[in-house]
Every structure is written in structure tokens, then in C-alpha cells.
């Protein structure tokens, strides 16, 4: 069974960076959407940032050219690398991963969810 632990979450000022990270094993796909969602409070889980087996990337419009997602092959560890963070970005980040489909920025077709690491952005 997959198993995903994410971390590097923490606090930071407006315009700041944070850096997380989601160490995975047992991946049973060859083909996956493996990404970056979110939820702040008294609001909807979101897609953040999706990385598929085959380095395709898919961003949020909220984070482009803000955020950036990437996978250490040798680590099987996914990275969300974010830049120039913003209080709307404050939330719960949670890793999760797929086999390849349709719709992989909707949370709900995600069965394997790491604990989330919290994120927060103060003005």
C-alpha cells in the first residue's frame, strides 16, 4: 500500500518561500498524477500543483508562476518549491497520488492521501 509523508511546511511573511516535500513508497502505479492539494478553513479542498509519471506538470491558475512542482526520481520524493507566498495560500497541503486519468487537479478521484503539513502566510 502507497504510504505518503509530507513536510516542510511552517510560517512565513507575505513574499516569502517555503519549500515542502512528500516522501512516497509502495507507489503500485506506472502511470500517475501524484500533486500538491490544499484546504483552508471554511473552505473547499483545491488542486494545487500535479506532476504525471512522464514530467508533465498542471498548476492552478492561483499558483503559476509562483509555485513549481517536481519529483526526485532517486528519492521517489515529490517538491513544491513556492515562491512569493500570499495569505491566500495559507493552508493544510496535502500530498496524494493516482494511476493516470482524467481530472487529475480534482481531489476527489485521489484514494491515497499523505497527513497534510500546514502552511502559513501572515500579511
Known amino acids: 500500500q502507497v504510504q505518503l509523508a509530507e513536510s516542510g511546511g511552517g510560517s512565513v511573511q507575505a513574499g516569502g518561500s517555503l519549500r515542502l516535500s512528500c516522501a512516497a513508497s509502495?507507489?503500485?502505479?506506472?502511470?500517475?498524477?501524484m500533486g500538491w492539494f490544499r484546504q483552508a478553513i471554511g473552505k473547499e479542498r483545491e488542486g494545487v500543483a500535479i506532476f504525471t509519471s512522464w514530467g508533465g506538470t498542471i498548476y492552478a491558475d492561483s499558483v503559476k508562476g509562483r509555485f513549481t512542482i517536481s519529483k526526485d526520481g532517486t528519492k521517489s520524493t515529490l517538491i513544491l518549491q513556492m515562491n512569493n507566498l500570499l495569505p491566500d495560500d495559507t493552508a493544510m497541503y496535502y500530498c496524494?497520488?493516482?494511476?493516470?486519468?482524467?481530472?487529475?487537479?480534482?481531489?476527489?478521484?485521489?484514494?491515497?492521501w499523505g497527513q497534510g503539513t500546514q502552511v502559513t502566510v501572515s500579511s
Open positions: 509502495g507507489n503500485p502505479y506506472s502511470a500517475y498524477c
Open positions: 496524494a497520488i493516482r494511476a493516470w486519468g482524467q481530472k487529475c487537479l480534482d481531489g476527489a478521484t485521489y484514494f491515497n
